[in-house]
């Protein structure tokens, strides 16, 4: 498969999304805000997220593993990158995983928390995602929302939000994400489709899918072909032109004014059914 990508920070902080892609795969990882809480790590999550995703990568270099293992594995090399952290710390540097592979007439697909895939078929969209983590601490999240983006007020009551899903991350009662232990990825939604259902697919961070499901500016079939025709940085872009209408977060409240984004596109070898699509853009 042919795979194009693109990440930006949301702001003036670094990136703590990350994205990847080689011919079998496409990857992208959400690194979790630590709203200025501690986390044990002294190396921070945008270096937590590019270990996680160079050992994924590594791990998953034989064609048919299933992605658990393969999570599984990276999840344990980078932690013994560094020992000298506390990887206990439930702030700990934690990371959203969504993985695509292309394996000859299947495409394999893992999600951990809330970065989707959507798969584009014959017959429409499939969004594959992990929303367990919409499900707890509903309370604090709405509490965040009464709050303008940027205030004083809003940054503490995200803290307060934080803190509290640290206490249930990874553990029964809560959600799970990739942190510093392999256990988060039997937890991990997996599944493979037949390669001849799907015609393009994206994987990205939620940074770039609000863009449908917070903002409703696009359909998935509009950001997919947004993709095809304009390929993942333009994309990017017009998130952002579209989060500058709304700096404050009045109109679509969320925690910063503009999120970490990534992206991946797959595309693939046409077959002649796809050079006759009615738009001429595939
Ligand atoms: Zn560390």
Not at 127 to 144: F, K, N, P
Request: contains cysteine; glycine residues 10%.
């Amino acid at each position: 498969m042919y795979v194009s990508v693109a990440t930006e920070p949301g702001g003036s902080a670094p990136n703590e999304d990350w994205v990847g892609g080689t011919p079998s795969l496409a990857l992208v990882l959400d690194g979790l805000s630590t709203a200025g809480l501690g986390t044990g790590c002294r190396h921070g999550v945008p270096w937590y997220v590019a270990q996680l995703g160079s050992q994924l990568v590594a791990a998953l270099a034989t064609g048919d593993r299933p992605l658990a293992d393969g999570l599984a594995e990276a999840l344990e090399r980078v932690g013994r990158l560094h020992p000298e952290c506390d990887l206990q710390n439930p702030g700990t540097p934690s990371a959203t995983v969504a993985i695509l592979r292309e394996r000859p007439g299947h495409f394999d697909h893992l999600v951990l928390a809330d970065s989707p895939i959507v798969l584009e078929g014959a017959d429409g969209i499939t969004v594959l995602t992990d929303l367990r983590v919409d499900e707890v601490c509903q309370d604090l999240r709405a509490e965040t929302e009464q709050f303008a983006t940027g205030t004083p007020e809003h940054r503490a009551s995200v803290a307060r939000l934080v803190a509290a899903q640290r206490k249930i991350r990874n553990t029964p009662e809560g959600y799970w994400v990739a942190a510093a232990s392999p256990d988060a990825a039997s937890h991990a939604l997996t599944g493979t489709v037949a390669a001849a259902d799907v015609r393009s697919a994206a994987v990205m961070s939620d940074g770039v899918s609000r863009l449908v499901t917070e903002y409703q500016m696009a359909t998935w079939e509009g950001l997919l072909a947004q993709l095809r025709t304009s390929g993942p940085a333009a994309l990017i872009r017009s998130i952002r032109e579209v989060e500058a209408t709304d700096p404050h977060g009045q109109r679509w409240p969320r925690y910063k004014a503009g999120d970490d984004a990534a992206v991946a596109f797959c595309s693939f070898a046409q077959g002649p059914q796809d050079a006759a699509l009615p738009d001429g853009s595939a």
